[in-house]
């Protein structure tokens, strides 16, 4: 495996890759990988010529308030288990590199990113759509690899590709979860061991919300209530959003028919964590 951290020498092998007609499989991530992170390297590595994991703690898509600084960081260990899944490029560039002298310009998917995280963290969709833009300008990939766990960002960088008519395909992959439900996060390592506990209200909550639809809830207000309710009697844990979805457009909705998704959002402790899943009315 190869690390590379200049911008230039990536796009030179980019550039190699394509006159040899090889299909690139590119999995960006923000590093100190989980099984999450690895459940889309295989992906990649499988189906694909070639690999390319990017590792990069993008500083324009967090808050000024909000985890960039103490965000984890273990490049070491990425190349390692990175090296092991078969990956041929590992990508970890500066911010010089990313964002050097003069940088000004960034791509804003409009509607897509009003709600839900967007409300909550200002500018946080155009940092996420700039940097994927840059990183697939750079990799020229053939396919990338987003988990739902980010629902929401899965579905903005879905739109850029339409919109941009970037070619690459966006290739969906499910939650990867730890044995007691809680979604795999880098930054769960935040979690002191009581909190930890806690931290799976947010997988109970969804559980639990299948269970009310199964049994005939189709209001989705009333079932947003039960949801909020259901997570805040976890004294840890305070909702930082709950909404009832059409799983394309990201619209709240007012009944429940056909497919629907849960979007949960909630601080356990000081740690913001979120989590999503399907809700099916037959
Ligand atoms: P991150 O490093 O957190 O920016 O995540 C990099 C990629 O891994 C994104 O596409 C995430 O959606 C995906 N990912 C993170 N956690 C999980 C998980 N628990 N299951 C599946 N995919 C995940």
């Known amino acids: 495996m190869e690390v590379i951290a200049r911008v230039a020498e990536m796009q030179a092998r980019a550039r190699q890759w394509r006159r040899e007609g090889k299909q690139v499989g590119f999995v960006p991530t923000m590093g100190y990988f989980h099984q999450g992170h690895l459940s889309l390297i295989r992906r990649a590595v499988q189906e694909n010529d070639l690999a390319v994991v990017s590792v990069y703690v993008n500083p324009t898509q967090f808050g000024p308030q909000e985890d960039f600084h103490r965000y984890p960081r273990d490049l070491e260990r990425d190349i390692r288990l990175a090296e092991e899944e078969g ?90 979860r730890e044995i007691d439900g809680l979604a795999m996060s880098s930054r769960n390592v935040y979690l002191s061991p009581e909190e930890r506990r806690a931290a799976t209200v947010l997988y109970r909550a969804w559980k639990a919300a299948q269970e009310w639809v199964a049994q005939g809830e189709r209001d989705a207000l009333r079932l947003r209530e039960k949801v909020v309710r259901f997570i805040e009697a976890e004294p840890l844990a305070r909702v930082d959003y709950v909404e009832i979805v059409d799983p394309l457009t990201l619209e709240p909705l007012e009944r429940l028919e056909g497919e629907a998704r849960l979007m949960l959002a909630a601080f356990v402790g000081s740690t913001r964590l979120i989590d999503n899943g399907p809700l099916t009315a037959t």
């Open 87 to 176: 990956v041929h490029v590992l990508f970890a560039p500066s911010d010089a590199e990313m964002y050097p002298q003069g940088y000004q310009t960034y791509v804003e998917v409009t509607e897509l990113t009003q709600g839900l995280c967007g409300a909550r963290r200002p500018g946080h969709f155009r940092g996420v759509a700039t940097v994927v833009a840059k990183l697939f300008h750079i990799v020229q990939p053939t396919r990338a690899y987003f988990g739902e766990k980010d629902y929401q960002q899965l579905r903005v960088v879905e739109r850029m590709v339409r919109d941009l008519n970037l070619e690459v395909e966006i290739v969906p992959m499910p939650i990867v």
